[in-house]
């Protein structure tokens, strides 16, 4: 059965603190491994799709990195208003569902 | 701002009851996809629609039911509704032959 483990399930830091979040998958043939922010009571926010091991990703002060078993979402020098929910995805054998791990939660406090 | 637009954003209605969620993908974008997301399972992949036609199905309980109409915007119907179906509901679309999916605002709904 395909599944997406992320961890830890919640981590605080401070401003400026760097962390990763890690997200673990089995997957045959994976169709692209997928990164979204959520806010509380939003939907998801698109943030990077990876598909080969090796391939980095950047956007502001987060990167996504990607091996044959796991992505890592680095932070670097975080801010408050990077605190929200990460989740990762992977596409389904059939390429259509997005299979879901249950996200980590960052606070950050400034 | 994704360009996916949901509504109604809330809902509370009676257990029994029906309700209609509807869905327009962003501009250009073929495929819609549904999702339920509660608090104990996450997000949950329902169904997926392609040009009107159904593509796939997940874990979709048969007292849901959804369809694409021609001008693509898509329609989650929720029937016999009971309290464990209180939940975000989430539209999702893609472009053709992309597996990047772009999410919508949601529906949250309260069943009491």
């Known amino acids: 059965e395909d599944q997406v483990t992320q961890s830890p399930e919640a981590l605080r830091l401070q401003e400026g603190e760097s962390s990763s979040l890690n997200c673990s998958y089995t997957v045959s043939g994976l169709r692209g491994l997928f990164w979204y922010r959520q806010d509380p009571g939003k939907g998801p926010e698109f943030l990077f799709t990876?598909?080969?091991a090796g391939e980095e990703k950047e956007k502001e002060r987060l990167k996504a990195t990607l091996t044959k078993k796991e992505s890592f979402l680095h932070i670097t020098a975080p801010k408050p208003e990077d605190s929200a929910t990460y989740l990762c995805?992977?596409?389904?054998?059939?390429?259509?569902?997005?299979?879901f791990g249950k996200g980590t939660t960052l606070s950050v406090s400034s | 701002d994704s360009g996916v637009t949901q509504t109604p954003k809330h809902l509370i209605t009676a257990t029994g009851q029906r309700v209609t969620l509807r869905c327009s993908p962003r501009s250009g974008d073929l495929s819609v996809y549904w999702y339920q997301q509660s608090l104990d399972q996450g997000l949950q992949f329902l169904i997926q629609?392609?040009?009107?036609?159904?593509?796939a199905k997940g874990n979709i309980l048969e007292r849901f039911s959804a369809q694409q109409f021609p001008d693509l915007h898509s329609e989650l119907n929720l029937s016999s509704l009971e309290l464990g179906d209180s939940a975000l509901y989430f539209c999702a679309s893609s472009a053709p032959v992309q597996e990047t999916q772009y999410f919508g605002p949601g529906t949250r709904l309260l069943v009491l």
């Open positions: 990876l598909y080969s």
């Open positions: 629609y392609y040009n009107g036609e159904e593509r």
């Open positions: 995805a992977t596409g389904d054998q059939a390429g259509t569902a997005l299979i």
